[in-house]
């Protein structure tokens, strides 16, 4: 194939040409975004049993659901929730399952179980939960003085509407928001001046507040459509319906259109707000989404009222924007380091541009078939394209070095294209085959860790196999006809052949004192695991994104009004920290899916890099500073990386399960006191929650057969006067609203006044409610919690100072120590992606070695040659793991897979040492001169192959841009295994390949 590329030139610059026009082309339309998508198959199954407790809805509503859902394959967890009067299901999947299909088999299930269903349970709701949705951007719309009317009108009317019209915005959500209904208020104080009962509303605004059909004329020449119109046009004419003859509802009571209860709301540096959270569609261009939505708030901003603002609290964006302008600044950094290590070797500037011509081609060939593949330009496709600066150039530099070799020996150009290419086809092959074998075990990879760098293992894969492609095609094309002469030596180039010399003479050396470098080649092996079992661990590193979380939480049974005070306490410790730059916050029902209102989310975004030290910094500040506020359980959590399979964004979770809640509750203090205590854990919570305040009701049955009280009329007369009562819809012009039944407002506010509730017994009398049943003040369970079918909690803390691996074996210590018979753990979230990473990557290298093995050992057609190349890996450790300790850097997943690429790179040389060694040994020449013969071919190459790798990682390994601190630790593992791998396994293989030889020759 080379040889067709040698003699058409033209036709090689068109070929290369055609990869640089379509990788221009895809940047216009390939994604940009800050993570690749990941589909969790999720589906969710709520189920509503009206006026039963959490206990009940969980035997006979959640259970029986459950015992159906375990019936289907591929299930990763079964979390419920029993709330009162509601189930929540979740079932997660394995990332392999088709979504499409494990909603069917929940489907099936459910309709299984409903046969099982007491009477009464609403027929359960299930659904696919999208995680693809995910939030590109959240903006508040404020103001110091509109009032709340304004404020919902221009949220839910106008910039809701506009927004999801936009191309690439998936959906629309409102937080804080409580839309207008219609109320009815009544007063039990006046029901009973009137002696009338809660009842008697209820049936004269069911039997006069309607629309309906009312049947048709057919006249001679035309028809009628008759419809009666009996709803109210306004609150007036609500209270103008007729309970009795003489008793209108607004004797009893008041109707008045307005807005609904405030259990939840929004604010803005403390102003009141409403939070408009726009999501885009999977597989969207987040910065295009973003965009778009911003244009479209600069154009609305110009028609709000006077003193109503859209600020932005989050901004995908900007990191993804950030990101991509780093690894474009690194990208070309290392290419222009790359080119000056290839100039230094090479001494001649147009030598040098043709194995640097590889870089351009291939990353933007990589982009095009990344755009075709359906993947997006990511925080892992990018750290992809930065790392394979380094390799691609490679096999371009190898080729250049053997036919500028054989021009030097006095070849025609022509002629030393070929014949220098054909020296090396073999070497480019087995070492191009090699580094594709290491990755290929990632790209199958199970799990987060498996989607998330899969898209890393197949750039690398798709650029190393572009490069392999420029290197037998352009490369012999231009250098032959590029290399006219031998050039001028520059100072390198003299220094270099005196290193030669010496290195020679330490090679000789080397080969006659093999068992003094077998020692110190097992002594760096053995200081490398030393090293390995000092480098602290942990799954991925806290990446400085400039935003965070704030979670709280009051006392199970607060009010509103109390988790708002405390919600302000927090914002008055954000306001004065100087490094925030603005903060949204949310409290109340519906945030993060709460059931109640005691509880928020503060998202605060901080000021630009330049201007404050490193986030968690500042939220180690913060913890301690939230630390002092009473009643109020606060976590500052960051943003994550493994998407809504991981849960809460903490850094240790674990999942506790039992046969009994009373343990369960015995066991979460228990372990919530200790790990308080212990150094380097924060935020340290349960999600048990057993102690809500309650009202229980016994009814007397006794007396209600006595006096004639169904006790659906109990029921009745409390749910309308204390619950929420919808009666119907009330219509506003285009629009619909709920209309609601509800005692006043002054009357919840205390529990005496059920005294003051009165129900109609048979004779038509009226009986107050405490004579017909029992009252009692108690504590009840909150919410009932299972996960996998038992009774369960999650135990939660962030850490400062502490190794996410030695908090995993303190957790599991205190648990295996505590934890009594019939009760077990296993790790969720982070820590449980933690353990299945680098049990996946243990995996993935022993695959890698094993498949590499498999491939030299076809290629070489010897057991033996692959052997000797695969023994040079463990030279790599201690410099990896020393530079890694040393610069304060852990052992995480992105270090991790610096090891697997630094196999492939190690590998890499070795094949192309030993190669040309069986090479020159076939020729006829003996073991000796063979190794030092390959040793003045393959030197140069392999010292320039490695710098390059050196080179172009050197910007990512400053860590001086966004997002580096995922890019970093890959660096410094690939820096470090070299500087320690390349040295010895140059002085190692020409050994190990002696001694093998002269066993071999023994043998035979």
Known sequence: ???????????????????ILLGLYSLRGIPLDRLPDVDFPVVSVVTT??????????????????????????????????????????????????????????????????????????????????????????????SPTADYQTLAYWADKVIKREFERISGVGQVDLGGFRDNV????????????????????????????????????????????????????????????????????????????????????????????????????????????????????????????????????????????????????????GSLLTALVVYVFLGRLRLTLVPVFAIPVTLLGTVFLLRELGLSLNTFTLLALAVAVGIVIDDAIVVLESIYRRREEGLEPLQAGEIGTRIVIFALLASTASLVIVFLPVIFLKGVVG???????????????LSYI???????????????????????????????????????????????????????????????????????????EGRFLVRFETPVGSSFDYTESKARQIEDILKKNPYVDRFGMALGQGVAGRPDVNGGLAFVY???????????????????????????????????????????????????????????????????????NRKGYRDVDTDLRLNEPQVRIYPDREKLRDLGVPLEQVSATLNALLGKLKLGT????????????????????????????????????????????????????????????????????????????????EVEDWLRQNLPPGYTFEPAGQAKEFARAFRGMGLALFVALLGVYMVLASLFESYRYPLIVLLMVPLAVM??????????????????????????????????????????????????????????????????????????????????TAGSELRKPLALAVIGGIFSGLPLSLFLLPVLYEITSRKVRYNR
């Open 451 to 465: 989607k998330l760098f899969g898209n890393f293992a197949l750039t690398l894969v798709l650029a190393i196999a």
């Open 49 to 142: 049993y009206p006026g039963a407790d959490p206990y009940v809805v969980d035997v006979n509503v959640t259970r029986v659901i459950e015992d159906q859902l375990a019936t289907i394959n591929g299930i990763e967890a079964i979390t419920s929730q029993s709330f009162a009067g509601t189930s929540r299901i979740t079932v997660t999947f394995s990332l392999e399952k088709d979504i499409d299909v494990a909603a069917q088999e929940v489907r099936d299930a459910v309709q299984r179980a409903m046969k099982q269903l007491p009477p009464g349970v609403d027929p359960p709701v299930v659904r696919k939960v999208d995680t693809s949705l995910a939030p590109v951007l959240a903006v508040l719309l404020h």
């Open 470 to 544: 420029v290197a037998v095609s352009f490369t012999p094309m231009a250098v032959s006809r590029l290399v006219k002469e031998k050039g001028e030596e520059n100072l390198f180039v003299k220094l270099y052949a005196s290193f030669e010399e010496r290195f020679d003479s330490w090679l000789r050396w080397s080969l006659d004192h093999k068992i003094t470098v077998l020692l110190l080649s097992a002594v760096a092996v053995g200081v490398g695991f030393v090293f390995l079992r000092m480098t602290p661990k942990e799954f991925f590193p806290l990446v400085d």
């Open 879 to 960: 410099g990896s793991f020393g530079l890694l300790l040393v610069s304060g850097t852990s052992l995480s997943v992105p270090s991790y897979f610096g090891i697997i690429l630094l196999v492939g790179i190690i590998v890499r040389d070795a094949v192309l040492f030993i190669e040309r060694i069986i090479q020159l040994q076939t020729e006829g020449l003996p073991v000796r001169e063979a190794i030092l013969q390959a040793r003045r071919e393959r030197l140069r190459p392999i010292l320039m192959t490695t710098l390059t790798v050196v080179a172009s990682l050197t910007p990512v390994a400053l860590g001086l």
């Open 182 to 333: 219609m109320w009815v208020r009544i007063d039990p104080e006046k029901l009973y001046g009137r002696q009338l009962a809660v009842t008697d509303v209820l049936e004269a605004i069911q039997k006069n507040y309607l629309d309906a059909p009312a049947g048709a004329i057919y006249g001679t020449k035309r028809d009628y459509i008759l419809r009666l119109y009996g709803k109210a046009r306004d609150s007036k004419e609500l209270e103008e319906i007729f309970i009795t003859p003489n008793v209108r509802l607004g004797d009893v009571g008041y109707a008045y259109f307005g807005e609904d209860e405030k259990r939840g709301m929004a604010r803005f540096m403390g102003e009141q707000a409403i939070a408009i959270v726009i999501y885009k569609q999977s597989k969207t261009n987040t910065v295009a989404t973003v965009d778009a939505v911003k244009a479209k708030m600069e154009e609305l901003s110009r028609q709000l009222p006077p003193g109503l603002r859209m600020d932005i609290t989050f901004d995908s964006s900007v990191f993804v924007k950030d990101s991509v302008k780093a690894a474009i600044e690194e990208i070309v950094i």
């Open 606 to 676: 901080l000021k630009d890099r330049s201007e404050r030290p490193h986030q968690k910094v500042i939220m180690e500040q913060l913890r301690k500073q939230f630390s002092s506020l009473k009643d109020v359980r606060v976590s500052v959590e960051s943003a994550g990386i493994i998407g809504p399979a991981g849960g809460r964004q903490v850094d240790i979770q674990y999942v506790i399960k039992g046969p009994d809640l009373q343990e369960l509750q015995r066991l979460a203090d228990s372990m919530v006191a200790y790990f308080k």
């Open 1 to 19: 194939m080379y040889r067709f590329f040698i003699h058409r030139p033209v036709t090689t610059w068109m070929f290369m040409l055609s990869f």
């Open 730 to 809: 009330y219509e506003l012009g285009a629009e619909s609203y709920d209309l609601y039944v509800k005692a006043t407002p002054e009357f919840i506010t205390n529990v005496d006044n059920l005294k003051k509730v009165f129900v109609r017994s048979m004779n038509g009398s009226l009986v107050p409610l405490t004579e017909v049943v029992g009252i009692e003040e108690a504590t009840g369970y909150h919410v009932v919690n299972r996960y996998n079918r038992q009774y369960s909690f999650s135990f939660f803390a962030n850490l400062e100072g502490k190794p996410l691996g030695s908090a995993v074996q």
